[in-house]
């Protein structure tokens, strides 16, 4: 195995396969890159047996790549990627010495790696799915954006730490939730699909981290896996296990009071309180009357805050709600819209949010029980 090639276009290839590299694997290969040469191209690999990672690259004149000798071996992922981030060259050639020993040559010097065989390395499938739908840069940023953030980060229902993709005829739903609130993402498809599987909020952020704006993503999945595809990298994942709650259920239809605000008026109102936390949870609550909508916040050690929007509008019967100040300054980011409207089903109930312009982005937090 021998070739040469242009030093940043290895650092980025090398940096997108180790996205799925894991220090903490059981199996001791999979803490390294597996580099494989072939003839006409260079194949990367990273896993850590859940999320697997595989890009390429071809002959071409940004990159030059030369390719002298085919092989393959696999190279511990945190030195390879240290020395060739700190190479101070243009050209960089890389070769196997013997079974365990990869020399970088540049035109100040050497570096020897000690490496294993590419035989130590597991086995991946990246055998193609038959379910397939595609997806624009945007669109996926924007389902990522607006979801993966409710997903849960324990691990007693693993299934909650993902977002659920279902698809009816042509409609895509993509959700999140932990329980105590949901985001929901929905976008029409160019074809019919029947879907309904939950990927890992991890992997999408991978995705999104690798994507470039020129590449539609191509997914393809079955029951067991999913492929993300676009331009000539490969990531893979398994789907988690477990049914995903019947989240259309806590979406409230009926309302019986609305609050129309200012997005970035309400959003510096509960940041400036933010540090105003109870046993480290941020609860605001919201006094909301035609007269007057206000925001108070007291925190027991720190001190209490009584603030009034100027730019809200309410609708209905006079009400106060105590809510989680962190899952609101959470569900305004993913909007991105000018106004948001509350929409409230009753005290101490599910309440949606969105944004006054855009109905394919909601969200929805269930108020807290204050005895103040």
Known sequence: MKFSIDRRYLQDKLSTAARAVSPFSPLPALSGILIDVREDRIVFTGSDSNVAIQTAITPGEMNRLQIESTGSVCVESKYILDIVRKLDCDTVGMELMDYTLVRLTTENGTFNINSSSADEYPFIDFSRPQGHFVLSPDEFRQIVSSTAFACSDKDSRPVLSGVNFRIAGNELHCSGTDTYRLARKTLQLNQDQTFDITISARTLNEVMKSLSDSDSIDIFADRRKIQFVFGKTIIQSRLLDGTFPPVDRIIPTEFVSRLTVDTQELFRAIDRTNFMKNDN??????????????????????????????????????????????????????LKGEQTEFAFSGQLKPIRIMDTEDASTLMVVVPVRSFD
């Open 281 to 334: 949870v941020h609860l605001i609550k919201l006094d909301c009357s035609e007269q007057a909508v206000r925001i108070k916040v007291r925190a027991t050690e720190i001190g209490n805050s009584d603030e009034r929007l100027k730019n809200a509008s309410w609708t209905g019967e006079p009400m106060s709600v105590t809510l989680n100040g962190s899952y609101v300054l959470d569900a305004l980011k993913a």
